[in-house]
């Protein structure tokens, strides 16, 4: 045999056994179980349109959800849409985490920050995102300053509650060995308290995000001409059923690929956390 054909064995052989231990490890811990309800799903689906139970302009066949689909890919720039969506949510997200940290660390190392902002920002999160629209409109229009504002807005409150709550929620003995050690306050916040609030911040941005993805929708369906917000309202006027089902579809795939990305993250970020894995 030649080198190059002992290199190609020697990786398809590797390929092999990682391919093996993939599938060994998918069936060992039973992920294929997930698979069953859309399954189930789909085939109510299929009989209840199949036997026309429902009229097909409330509910169309599955193929004609798949042909729309593809004519909505090929035809009307899908891809474009996504993008811009997910270019909005992300520009929210991250602009909205940042400030929300940074103020949240603010608030909890000193008491007369909390109190200098904590009325003012109390009252402005009850004010619903949905009622801040109109006025944002006026000031930024309708194109994507005013949806990335929005989701800013409605990403910062989980945030900032849970890198505030966080910090009030670190054992004190812990305060009080930093003291001992006479850590300066840079070092307190590094060794201490940003290691101790990792998790709610973790979970701060997986819970935001998922959110942002949401706030887009009624962003871009009330107040644009682009994006997936905008499809499935204009799907929704022309009685465009099978569009309509296949922008809900994507929706929720890509909401589901965020909080995958987002719990890889916090996975990776909190390795060193040992907890209940039933």
């Not at 929300?100 to 999160?125: C, H, W």
């Not at 807005?153 to 009080?176: A, C, H, M, T, W």
């Amino acid at each position: 045999m030649s080198k190059e054909q002992v290199i190609y064995a020697v990786q398809n052989q590797n390929f092999m056994r990682l391919y093996q231990s993939k599938a060994k490890n998918f069936f060992a811990k039973r992920y294929y179980i997930g698979v069953f309800l859309p399954l189930i799903i789909i085939s109510v689906w299929q009989t209840a349109s199949y036997y026309e139970w429902v009229e097909r302009i409330f509910l169309p066949k599955p193929i004609d959800v798949v042909e729309a689909f593809w004519y909505m890919l090929w035809k009307q720039e899908l891809l474009n849409d996504i993008k811009v969506s997910v270019s909005i949510v992300s520009q929210g997200f991250i602009y909205g985490s940042a400030v929300a940290v940074f103020l949240g660390l603010a608030a909890g190392l000193s008491r007369k920050t909390e109190l200098f902002f904590g009325s003012t920002l109390n009252t402005v999160r009850h004010i619903p995102t949905i009622a801040w629209l109109p006025l944002i409109v006026v000031w930024l229009g309708l194109g994507a300053p005013a949806k990335i504002l929005i989701i800013a807005k409605s990403v910062f409150f989980p945030v900032f509650l849970n890198v505030l709550q966080g910090i009030r929620s670190i054992d004190k003995s812990y305060i009080e060995l930093a003291e001992v050690l006479k850590l300066t306050k840079w070092q307190l916040i590094r060794k201490v308290i940003i290691p101790a609030i990792l998790p709610s911040i973790a979970v701060s941005f997986r819970y935001s995000a998922g959110l942002a993805w949401a706030i887009v929708v009624v962003a871009e369906g009330l107040s644009g001409l682009e994006g997936l917000g905008f499809l499935i309202f204009r799907a929704q006027q022309l009685l465009m059923t099978n569009q309509l089902l296949v922008c809900m579809a994507l929706i929720g795939f890509i909401g589901f690929a965020i909080d995958r990305l987002m719990y890889a993250v916090q996975k990776r970020l909190l390795r060193w956390k040992a907890g209940f894995d039933a």
